[in-house]
């Protein structure tokens, strides 16, 4: 390979592409609320969901310096994520508090990276992302789901047009945003019929001797802050 041809592919990955037009953003948004509120829909896009919530707890347990040991994604939309390591303590804490905030912070990221134009770096992060996730899943729905969502990035980053590939990234992190707003609000209602008893919030009250309603709290706040804050990015407020 060429030393033009890698100028020519870091050009294209970390280079800047002009931000799409307001209507297509609102658009977007509004294709990303229809995947998060309607229950029919919801069911099958809170897939997604669950990658980045249980890719969260994956990720900060590696950066904490535990041994992540799996991840399995379930076609009920639930996951788990099972590391070793010091049973509390900080690193504990941090896995723990990880996955019901990872969505909207990395919708947040990526509200980022499109304010500043950089749309193919998101693109391409993401799928970097899925990979390596991808190496540490243990169960066939899961190397499926995550095999599917690589497989759309990878086809829209290569085969389809700028604009295009504006739109997906857009309604990605749309949906990244809005979607992690609802899973606290959903599990807010099964604990209040008494279900959900070992959530992670009440992982976390048995850590640091905090309420699980509190680490709910706080889950409601980060959630909440980042689709404000993202939104106004991407909206170019």
């Not at 896009?45 to 950066?63: D, M």
């Not at 041994?67 to 939309?77: E, F, Y």
């Not at 990276?113 to 899961?142: P, Q």
Request: charged letters at 10%; hydrophobic letters at 55%; aromatic letters at 8%.
């Amino acid at each position: 390979m060429d030393t033009d041809h890698l100028t020519d592919i870091w050009s294209r990955v970390f280079g800047t592409q002009p931000a799409p037009s307001l209507w297509l953003v609102i658009i977007t948004a509004v294709l990303a609320l229809g995947a998060v509120v309607p229950h029919t829909a919801w069911r099958l896009s809170r897939n997604a969901v669950t990658i980045a919530h249980e890719g969260g707890h994956g990720l900060i347990a590696l950066l904490t310096g535990r041994r992540l040991d799996g991840i399995r994604l379930h076609s009920d939309t639930s996951g788990l994520t099972v590391s070793r390591g010091k049973p509390t303590g900080l690193g504990m804490v941090l896995t723990a508090a990880a996955g019901y905030i990872a969505p909207s912070l990395l919708g947040l990221a990526g509200a980022a990276l499109l304010a500043a134009g950089h749309i193919t770096a998101l693109l391409w992060g993401a799928t970097a992302l899925l990979l390596a996730m991808l190496i540490m899943i243990r169960n066939a729905y899961g190397v499926l789901t995550v095999v599917l969502t690589g497989a759309a990035f990878v086809l829209v980053s290569w085969l389809t047009t700028a604009q295009v590939q504006a739109a997906f990234a857009y309604a990605v992190v749309w949906f990244l945003l809005l979607g992690g707003v609802r899973p606290p609000f959903e599990l807010m209602g099964k604990r209040r019929h008494g279900g959900a008893v070992d959530s992670d919030p009440d992982q976390l009250a048995r850590l640091t001797h905090v309420p699980a309603a509190v680490w709910l709290g706080l889950f409601h706040v980060v959630t909440l802050c980042s689709l404000t804050g993202g939104g106004r990015w991407l909206l170019g407020l």
